[in-house]
């Protein structure tokens, strides 16, 4: 989550304000629906006994860290951010809940990371979409496999688009869609959508990675599901913190935005409306040496 | 007679099969390495140790006490189970509340502020998901012959299992019948600790629940509403933990809007249906709420999501209203 102002333009920022007090409540909950969707944190690793030092890099306010922390008080896990604002609030988050088995660091994900090589079993990333632009990827995952024992786990997870009865829904996707290609951080070679989820197993086979795997997650974001309220609250925090990003890059109009976020509202509340939104988890090993 | 060893404290509570059945689930155990522990064919790990004070509140000292005796070197965290710092809401979390109630849209500041604040609010209470509700209820606005306020209306919310984690999903009408009621019309914090403890305040025990409190959300003596904290655990609401829920109830204040804050004079609660009668009617809150926007909207006159929601709810408790006495 990068708010780096020294860097070319498009180069890390985050879409959202990272300072914002809102972004920090919508990332806690994003982690938290998103971990339940994919049946949770380390859901695809059927053995965790070799796994005792975790990395979760662009860690933001540290939801899925401190899930992990408290599922396994064996593990230690490390959340690592750019943004010294979320990296106070984990911080605080792990104070008022008493866990002592993770902590949170300032550190760019675009620059060497600050570990020594091979200190964690496994390293996380979850959503770099909005985080990194595709020309940041190799120099990340070279650092993730230095940083991995050998025989280490790598897993990245990142969505497309989501499928939906709604109108507006599915109009602010194309808006979100088109803001990665104007700004350069689509990995869609005709613009038609997010396109990371197909580059992350080429990405992870470049830089070494090998038994590379993916799982794909279908959440349900339907009215009829019992956590259709964490998908709206999602929805309802997400558009309209992106809402300045889209106006600084002229794709809409505070005019157009707002009748269109609250047919957005609307429509998924209503009790007809289905969704599917698809995420995939791709999983790579440091090969033993 | 007191027992002589936590393993047989241990062996005590789970002779009861519903409590033994209690402790595997939340200590996430095979029942039986629990007896194995009990015989003394296997130690527990230190964090097992720790976990077995959460998960037997009431036994907590007698089990602390003895488990020190059999491992001098287990720490044994002070101030029941909780480390300092985590009985205290921290610097950060009101500099966090303050920022979102400063710079969200009027129409937005209810929902953003108690949003963030229930989430920082359950994080804290319960940080091992024993299993906790933390809901925002708050007056409806005056009303009826009277033009007093009749009820509080449960519209924030979120839970760790085995309750839903967005209490959202589940709105209601509380009233005198209530704790949360209560609370609203004495104007201070109530704690139930047990079920079985006799009380003469009033409680509508819901699925799950063993203990509960009710806070105010007080702004220079008026009143806007409610928070209401449920836990599966009996006895939880320990003195440090509703210290935090008044905190917390405090943080609130910024989510509602000076003219939302009630005289003590003006609360006059009337008896709600149950939540069983309740659920009948507001089954289809969301499409009503969702209908509202989308008609307004084709006139030309737009609505916001919390301008509907009002009307929404203003319109049911009318609805529920007449029904409230006949079917308490």
């Given at each position: 989550?990068?708010?780096?102002?020294?860097?070319?333009?498009?180069?890390?920022?985050?879409?959202?304000?990272?300072?914002?007090?809102?972004?920090?409540?919508?990332?806690?909950?994003?982690?938290?629906?998103?971990?339940?969707?994919?049946?949770?944190?380390?859901?695809?690793?059927?053995?965790?006994?070799?796994?005792?030092?975790?990395?979760?890099?662009?860690?933001?306010?540290?939801?899925?860290?401190?899930?992990?922390?408290?599922?396994?008080?064996?593990?230690?896990?490390?959340?690592?951010?750019?943004?010294?604002?979320?990296?106070?609030?984990?911080?605080?988050?792990?104070?008022?809940?008493?866990?002592?088995?993770?902590?949170?660091?300032?550190?760019?994900?675009?620059?060497?990371?600050?570990?020594?090589?091979?200190?964690?079993?496994?390293?996380?990333?979850?959503?770099?979409?909005?985080?990194?632009?595709?020309?940041?990827?190799?120099?990340?995952?070279?650092?993730?496999?230095?940083?991995?024992?050998?025989?280490?786990?790598?897993?990245?997870?990142?969505?497309?688009?989501?499928?939906?009865?709604?109108?507006?829904?599915?109009?602010?996707?194309?808006?979100?869609?088109?803001?990665?290609?104007?700004?350069?951080?689509?990995?869609?070679?005709?613009?038609?959508?997010?396109?990371?989820?197909?580059?992350?197993?080429?990405?992870?086979?470049?830089?070494?990675?090998?038994?590379?795997?993916?799982?794909?997650?279908?959440?349900?974001?339907?009215?009829?599901?019992?956590?259709?309220?964490?998908?709206?609250?999602?929805?309802?925090?997400?558009?309209?913190?992106?809402?300045?990003?889209?106006?600084?890059?002229?794709?809409?109009?505070?005019?157009?935005?707002?009748?269109?976020?609250?047919?957005?509202?609307?429509?998924?509340?209503?009790?007809?409306?289905?969704?599917?939104?698809?995420?995939?988890?791709?999983?790579?090993?440091?090969?033993?040496? | 007679?007191?027992?002589?060893?936590?393993?047989?404290?241990?062996?005590?509570?789970?002779?009861?099969?519903?409590?033994?059945?209690?402790?595997?689930?939340?200590?996430?155990?095979?029942?039986?390495?629990?007896?194995?522990?009990?015989?003394?064919?296997?130690?527990?790990?230190d964090e097992n140790l720790r976990r077995l004070l959460e998960v037997l509140p009431a036994q907590r000292e007698a089990l602390a006490q003895l488990l020190m005796e059999a491992f001098p070197t287990l720490v044994v965290p002070s101030g029941q189970d909780t480390p300092e710092e985590a009985t205290r809401v921290p610097a950060e979390f009101y500099s966090r509340v303050l920022n979102i109630y400063v710079a969200t849209p009027p129409e937005r500041r209810f929902w953003s502020v108690s949003d963030l604040t229930i989430q920082?609010?359950?994080?804290?209470?319960?940080?091992?998901?024993?299993?906790?509700?933390?809901?925002?209820?708050?007056?409806?606005?005056?009303?009826?012959?009277?033009?007093?306020?009749?009820?509080?209306?449960?519209?924030?919310?979120?839970?760790?299992?085995?309750?839903?984690?967005?209490?959202?999903?589940?709105?209601?009408?509380?009233?005198?019948?209530?704790?949360?009621?209560?609370?609203?019309?004495?104007?201070?914090?109530?704690?139930?600790?047990?079920?079985?403890?006799?009380?003469?305040?009033?409680?509508?025990?819901?699925?799950?629940?063993?203990?509960?409190?009710?806070?105010?959300?007080?702004?220079?003596?008026?009143?806007?509403?409610?928070?209401?904290?449920?836990?599966?655990?009996?006895?939880?609401?320990?003195?440090?933990?509703?210290?935090?829920?008044?905190?917390?109830?405090?943080?609130?204040?910024?989510?509602?809007?000076?003219?939302?804050?009630?005289?003590?004079?003006?609360?006059?609660?009337?008896?709600?249906?149950?939540?069983?009668?309740?659920?009948?009617?507001?089954?289809?809150?969301?499409?009503?709420?969702?209908?509202?926007?989308?008609?307004?909207s084709r006139r030309q006159s737009p609505i916001t999501i919390a301008q509907a929601e009002r009307i929404v709810w203003e319109d049911l408790e009318t609805e529920l209203s007449g029904l409230a006495v006949s079917h308490y």
């Amino acid at each position: 989550m990068s708010t780096s102002s020294d860097r070319p333009e498009n180069r890390t920022r985050f879409v959202a304000d990272p300072e914002s007090s809102e972004t920090m409540a919508w990332l806690l909950n994003a982690d938290k629906v998103l971990t339940k969707g994919m049946g949770g944190t380390l859901a695809e690793q059927a053995d965790l006994s070799g796994i005792k030092r975790v990395l979760d890099i662009a860690s933001g306010p540290g939801g899925w860290a401190l899930e992990v922390a408290r599922e396994h008080p064996e593990i230690d896990v490390t959340g690592i951010d750019i943004s010294d604002s979320m990296i106070r609030f984990a911080k605080a988050l792990v104070t008022s809940r008493g866990y002592n088995n993770v902590r949170f660091l300032v550190m760019d994900a675009t620059q060497p990371l600050q570990f020594e090589d091979a200190s964690f079993d496994l390293v996380n990333a979850r959503t770099l979409f909005g985080v990194l632009a595709p020309r940041d990827w190799p120099r990340l995952l070279a650092e993730c496999k230095r940083i991995l024992r050998p025989g280490g786990i790598i897993r990245l997870t990142e969505p497309e688009a989501p499928l939906s009865t709604s109108p507006a829904l599915n109009a602010l996707w194309e808006m979100a869609i088109k803001s990665f290609v104007v700004s350069k951080r689509s990995f869609s070679r005709d613009g038609r959508h997010l396109g990371v989820t197909l580059a992350l197993k080429p990405l992870l086979r470049e830089a070494g990675f090998e038994h590379v795997s993916h799982q794909g997650h279908v959440l349900d974001i339907s009215s009829a599901t019992e956590d259709a309220e964490g998908y709206r609250v999602n929805f309802r925090y997400a558009i309209n913190l992106v809402k300045p990003f889209y106006l600084k890059l002229g794709l809409t109009t505070e005019e157009e935005f707002e009748p269109l976020y609250n047919q957005m509202l609307a429509e998924m509340l209503a009790e007809d409306f289905s969704g599917y939104w698809m995420y995939v988890t791709v999983r790579g090993e440091k090969p033993q040496e | 007679m007191g027992a002589s060893s936590w393993r047989e404290l241990l062996g005590r509570i789970i002779a009861d099969p519903q409590e033994k059945q209690r402790v595997v689930n939340e200590l996430g155990v095979n029942p039986i390495t629990l007896i194995r522990w009990v015989k003394g064919e296997v130690v527990p790990r230190d964090e097992n140790l720790r976990r077995l004070l959460e998960v037997l509140p009431a036994q907590r000292e007698a089990l602390a006490q003895l488990l020190m005796e059999a491992f001098p070197t287990l720490v044994v965290p002070s101030g029941q189970d909780t480390p300092e710092e985590a009985t205290r809401v921290p610097a950060e979390f009101y500099s966090r509340v303050l920022n979102i109630y400063v710079a969200t849209p009027p129409e937005r500041r209810f929902w953003s502020v108690s949003d963030l604040t229930i989430q920082l609010a359950l994080g804290q209470l319960d940080p091992n998901y024993l299993g906790m509700a933390f809901v925002i209820a708050q007056c409806m606005p005056p009303a009826g012959a009277t033009h007093k306020i009749r009820s509080l209306r449960q519209n924030a919310g979120r839970g760790t299992p085995p309750w839903n984690a967005y209490l959202e999903q589940e709105p209601l009408l509380l009233g005198a019948e209530s704790l949360a009621g209560y609370a609203v019309t004495v104007g201070h914090l109530v704690v139930q600790q047990s079920r079985a403890e006799q009380t003469h305040v009033p409680a509508r025990w819901v699925e799950w629940e063993e203990s509960a409190v009710a806070c105010p959300i007080f702004l220079g003596g008026r009143i806007a509403g409610c928070v209401v904290v449920s836990s599966t655990q009996p006895g939880y609401f320990l003195p440090f933990r509703q210290r935090l829920i008044e905190k917390y109830a405090e943080l609130l204040t910024l989510a509602c809007r000076t003219e939302e804050f009630y005289a003590l004079e003006d609360i006059e609660l009337k008896l709600m249906p149950s939540p069983e009668v309740q659920k009948a009617y507001f089954v289809h809150y969301r499409q009503r709420v969702s209908d509202l926007m989308q008609e307004a909207s084709r006139r030309q006159s737009p609505i916001t999501i919390a301008q509907a929601e009002r009307i929404v709810w203003e319109d049911l408790e009318t609805e529920l209203s007449g029904l409230a006495v006949s079917h308490y």
